[in-house]
C-alpha cells in the first residue's frame, strides 16, 4: 500500500513523520519526502496492508494535516527512480526536484534542509515553517 500527501509546510510534514515513528507495527517500507516550492510532497510505501479501521485512521491523520495528491509526472518519475534504489543525488540532478529524505522516516533530514535552505536564501519562507 503506498499514499501519496501534499503538506503545507514543514511543521505539518514534521508531524506526519512523528506519527509514522510512534507506530512502528504500520510497517513502513519507506517514506520519500520532496520539497517543492508551495510544499512538500510524502510518498508512504508500507510493506503490507492494513486492516480497514487502521487504514481509516492511517487516513484520517494524512488527511487532518495534508491532501491526497496525485504528482505531476516529473515528481512521479523522481519517486520511481528512488524506489528503484537510484540515489538522491542522481534523481536531484536527472528530475531536477528537492529529495529532502528517501528511506526511513528522520524528522533531523527535514529539518537540517530547512535550516540550510533558510541560511542559503536569507528568510524563511512560509512553506519551511
Known sequence: MEYVYYFANA???LRVIEYLNSRPWLGINFITVIHDLDGWVVKIKL????????????????????????????VKMAMWALEIG???????????????????????EIEEFCHQFI???????QTLL
Open 86 to 108: 537510484k540515489s538522491p543525488l542522481y534523481v536531484i540532478a536527472n528530475y531536477q526536484v528537492a529529495v529532502v529524505a528517501h528511506g526511513s522516516p528522520n524528522p533531523a
Open 47 to 74: 510493506l503490507g496492508h492494513l486492516n480497514s479501521e487502521e487504514e481509516g485512521d492511517f487516513r484520517a491523520v494524512l488527511d487532518e494535516y495534508g491532501i491526497y495528491y496525485q504528482p505531476e509526472i516529473q
Open 119 to 125: 541560511e542559503d536564501l536569507g528568510y524563511s519562507p
Open 11 to 13: 511543521s505539518l510534514t
